[in-house]
């Protein structure tokens, strides 16, 4: 699986987007991008996941660059209980991906009142 | 639905004893997982499922044992316990790529 990377740590005020980035350049083009967040001592959370178009649930959105070597998480309007750990991760779309999820250090987000 | 069902939730041991994780779920995944998180860090996997009756070494096996003899349960088991092996232990369970997993709310496991 291509790697990622991802600022340690990032403010939002409450209220307004979180815009969380990740670049993965070396991403191959069977492979997803999946999104994970994990509040304070609570097991992760499936957010949200993409190959090529961007993608919109209701929990957040999912920007994918064009040459697909970066993405942002959009959290549009951001609270007090998104402050968590979110993680970035790429897993290949081919062979069920039974081997599980490769997690990284993410990005802890905190919101600011 | 409950989704991902650990337990238990606590558990102190003394090093040398042994004990039994249950992950259970009731979402008939084919695909089930047992994570470590250690303070600060990311998560690590210790074995995996791919179907009943199957298992998988994931990334730091060693000392643990595990064993799926029913489709909705995975058991993680700790022969002799190390103070090594204090950690949060997850379970999570899916359907495979490309669909999300489901994550168990987690055992935090000390071991003296």
């Known amino acids: 699986d291509a790697k990622t990377t991802q600022p340690p740590s990032m403010d939002c005020a409450e209220g307004r987007a979180a815009n969380l980035p990740c670049n993965h350049s070396?991403?191959?083009?069977?492979?997803?991008v999946y999104w994970y967040r994990q509040i304070h001592s609570q097991g992760p959370q499936y957010i949200i996941h993409?190959?090529?178009n961007n993608e919109t649930n209701e929990m957040a959105s999912l920007i994918i660059t064009e040459d697909r070597k970066s993405s942002t998480l959009i959290l549009p309007h951001a609270t007090l209980r998104d402050t968590a750990v979110y993680y970035c991760?790429?897993?290949?779309?081919?062979?069920?991906?039974?081997?599980?999820?490769?997690f990284g250090k993410g990005t802890h987000l905190i919101i600011q009142p | 639905n409950a989704g991902v069902t650990q337990t238990p939730k606590f558990r102190v041991l003394k090093t040398g004893q042994s004990m039994t994780l249950l992950c259970a779920q009731d979402?008939?995944?084919?695909?089930m997982y047992w994570y470590r998180q250690d303070p600060g860090m990311g998560l690590r996997l210790i074995h995996y499922?791919?179907?009943?009756?199957?298992?998988a070494k994931g990334e730091v096996p060693d000392g643990y044992n595990v064993s799926r003899l029913k489709k909705q349960n995975f058991l993680l088991g700790l022969e002799s316990a190390a103070p090594s092996q204090t950690s949060v232990y997850f379970c999570?369970?899916?359907?495979?790529?490309?669909?999300?997993?489901?994550f168990g709310s987690g055992t935090r496991l000390t071991v003296v």
């Open positions: 979402m008939n995944h084919e695909y």
């Open positions: 993409g190959l090529k």
């Open positions: 999570a369970s899916g359907r495979g790529t490309p669909h999300g997993y489901t």
């Open positions: 991760i790429v897993r290949v779309a081919s062979g069920g991906g039974a081997d599980g999820l490769t």
């Open positions: 070396t991403i191959s083009g069977n492979e997803y």
């Open positions: 499922s791919v179907g009943e009756g199957t298992t």
